[in-house]
C-alpha cells in the first residue's frame, strides 16, 4: 500500500492559528473513528502532545491545544480508510482552514510511509509519541498492574523482543528520537508517567 503524500507543503499559511475547538475535534474523532482502543491511543497521544507542550515547550494554553489536536487527530483516517491514510484527514484538515503546522505535523507524524520529514518541535514530538505511546499501553496490558510499578528497564527489555507488539516498529522510534534529540530512556519515563491515567 502507497501512502506517500508526493508533496511537502500543506495547508494556507493565512491559517497560522485557526484550530477545531474540542467540540469539533471530538465529533469528528467520533464520526471517523469507530474501534475504541485506536480512539484511545489518539487521545493518549494527545494528551501526551499537551503536557510535552506545557511541561518541557513551556507553551501557553492555545499552544498546548494545538500540540495536543495534532496528536488527537493524527490517525483519525486509520479506522475507516486505511488506504487513505494521512491524504483523508489532511484534506479535511486543510478544507477545515486549520492551522499549516497541525496539519504538517500530522503529515510528518510516519516519514518512512509519507514521505514528510518532521521539521519543527511539533512535528518531531508527534512522531516521537506516536509508536512508543502505543508499545508502553500493549506492555501496561500485560501487567498484572498496569502502569503501576512500571519501570524503565521492563519497557527496553520488550523492546528488544521483537515477538512483542511486533507490529511496532524500533526504528521508527530510534529514529523518531535521534530527530527530536531526546534520549529514548527520557521520552519512556515521560510516557508511563503521564500516561497512566
Avoid at 59 to 70: C, G, M, P, V
Avoid at 78 to 95: A, F, V, Y
Avoid at 121 to 136: N, P
Avoid at 180 to 194: K, N, Q
Wanted: glycine share 6%; aromatic share 8%; hydrophobic share 40%.
Amino acid at each position: 500500500m502507497n501512502l506517500q503524500l508526493n508533496r511537502t507543503s500543506f495547508g494556507d499559511p493565512a491559517n497560522s492559528g485557526n484550530v477545531l475547538s474540542p467540540e469539533e475535534a471530538n465529533e469528528l474523532l467520533n464520526e471517523w473513528v469507530i474501534n475504541s482502543r485506536l480512539q484511545l491511543h489518539m487521545k493518549q497521544v494527545g494528551s501526551l502532545m499537551r503536557l510535552w507542550a506545557k511541561e518541557k515547550e513551556g507553551l501557553n494554553d492555545a499552544d498546548q491545544w494545538r500540540w495536543e489536536l495534532s496528536g488527537l487527530l493524527h490517525d483519525a483516517d486509520w479506522d475507516q480508510w486505511p488506504e487513505l491514510h494521512c491524504k483523508k484527514i489532511i484534506e479535511e484538515l486543510e478544507s477545515r482552514q486549520v492551522d499549516p503546522e497541525i496539519i504538517h505535523a500530522i503529515a510528518s507524524h510516519g516519514p518512512a510511509y509519507f514521505g514528510v520529514e518532521p521539521v519543527t518541535k511539533m512535528d518531531k514530538m508527534l512522531y516521537a509519541f506516536d509508536e512508543l505511546s502505543g508499545f508502553i499501553h500493549a506492555y501496561s496490558l500485560m501487567r498484572p498492574d498496569g502502569y503501576d510499578n512500571m519501570e524503565l528497564k521492563g519497557v527496553k527489555k520488550r523492546l528488544k523482543d521483537k515477538t512483542f507488539a511486533a507490529s511496532v516498529s524500533r526504528e521508527d522510534i530510534s529514529d523518531a528520537c535521534q530527530k527530536a534529540g531526546i534520549l529514548l530512556d527520557e521520552l519512556i519515563l515521560f510516557v508511563i508517567e503521564r500516561q497512566k491515567g
